[in-house]
C-alpha cells in the first residue's frame, strides 16, 4: 500500500511539475533543478558545470542538465511583454483548459497546433513576427496532455485533438481560421477537418508533417512509419517515452534541428517532458492508424494549402502533392524544426502564402 500511495505522490507531483514554462534561453523560472524534479537540492550546492547529470542528480540553479551534462544556462531573456510570453487560458470541456499564446490584432484569424510532446511556445518567433500586425492574429496553443494545457487521464487520441482544436475555435469565436499543423500537429488538424469539414477554414498549411501515418515504405511514401515497423522506428518513439525517456527527448531535440546548441536543447527538452510519458507514447502508437490522405485530397481547389518539408523529405511531399493536391504550394526549407530555426525564410513563405488567401475568392 505505500508503495501504491509513493506512486500516486509521485505521479500527482510529476502532473503538476508539467505547468512550469520553457524558455528557449533556458528554463523558464529560477531554479533549474525543479525543472530536473528534484525538490530536495533547492538549487544550492549541487552539480557544478560539465558534471554528469540527471533528474536524480541534478544541477544548480544556474544549469541545466542537457544530454547528461550540467551546462550553463544562459542570462539572457525575452524582453518584458515579448509576444510569446502572453499566454491565457480558456475552458474548452469539463475536464480540458487550453492554454494559448497571442500576437497581432487583425481580421485574419491564424491557428497554429504544435506537434507530438511541444506546446505553443515552439512558434515563438511567428508570434514575433506578428505581433505588431493589424491584418492578423495568431494564436499558438497547447493541445491536451502537452505544454500548459490540462493533463487528462482520457482522451489522448489524436481524433480527441481535433474535437479540441474545434472546441477551442468554438470558445473563443474564431471563424475563417488558417490553419497550421506542425509535425503530428498535422493530424490534429486533419482530424478537424476530418469531422468538421473545412467550412469554417481560409487556409490549410502543413508543417514538416503528413496526413497518412504509416505506409508500405517510408522511404518512398510521405508517412512517418512502416505498418510492419522494420527499422523499429515506430517502436523506438513509444518504448523510448516509456522507459528511456531523457535520452529519447535528447535525441528527439537534437533530430529536430540542424544546430542543437545546449541553450536550444535545454528549451526544447524542457517543453517535450511536459507532457506525461504515457500521454506521449499512447499518442505515438495510436497516430500509426491514422490516414487522412483524401480529406486532404478533397481541399484541393477549395482552399489554398501550403506544404512546408524538410528538404530531406521534400521530394516526396512534391510527388504527393502532384498527384493528389496539385494545387497546393511546396517549399522545401533544413530541418524539422525550420519555422523556429529558420524562421526569417520561414516567415517570409508564409507571408507570401497570406497574400494567396487574403486574394482567394470567398464561397458565398
Known sequence: MKNYYKLVSVVIAGIFHMAAGCSSTGLEGADATEAMGDPTC????????????????????????????????????????????????TEV????????????????????????????????????????????TVYAMDPRGQGESTKTATGNTYEQHGRDVGAFMQALSLTDVVLAGWSNGVFDVMAYIDQNTAANLRGLILIDGTPKCSGADNTTEWVWYRRDDADGYKQYYTQG??????????????????????????????????????????????????DYSEDLAALDGQLPLLYVARTEWAPLVSDWAQQNTPSATVEALGKHMMFWERSEDFNAILDEFLVTVDNWPVSP
Open 93 to 136: 470541456s469539463d475536464d480540458l483548459t487550453i492554454r494559448y499564446r497571442v500576437a497581432g490584432n487583425g481580421d485574419q484569424v491564424i491557428l497554429l497546433v504544435p506537434g507530438l510532446t511541444a506546446s505553443g511556445e515552439v512558434f515563438e518567433r511567428q508570434l514575433e513576427h506578428f505581433q505588431n500586425s493589424t491584418d492578423y
Open 42 to 89: 533547492q538549487g544550492d550546492g549541487c552539480l557544478p558545470q560539465d558534471a554528469a547529470c540527471d533528474a536524480t542528480l541534478p544541477c544548480s540553479s544556474s544549469m541545466s542538465c542537457v544530454s547528461g551534462t550540467c551546462v550553463q544556462r544562459s542570462t539572457t531573456v525575452r524582453p518584458e511583454g515579448s509576444p510569446s510570453m502572453k499566454k491565457y487560458y
Open 241 to 290: 517515452f516509456l522507459f528511456d525517456r531523457q535520452n529519447l527527448n535528447t535525441d528527439f531535440a537534437t533530430w529536430m534541428v540542424e544546430d542543437p546548441t545546449p541553450e536550444y536543447l535545454a528549451w526544447m527538452e524542457c517543453i517535450i517532458s511536459q507532457t506525461p510519458d504515457e500521454v506521449a507514447a499512447l499518442l505515438n502508437e495510436t497516430s500509426a492508424y491514422l
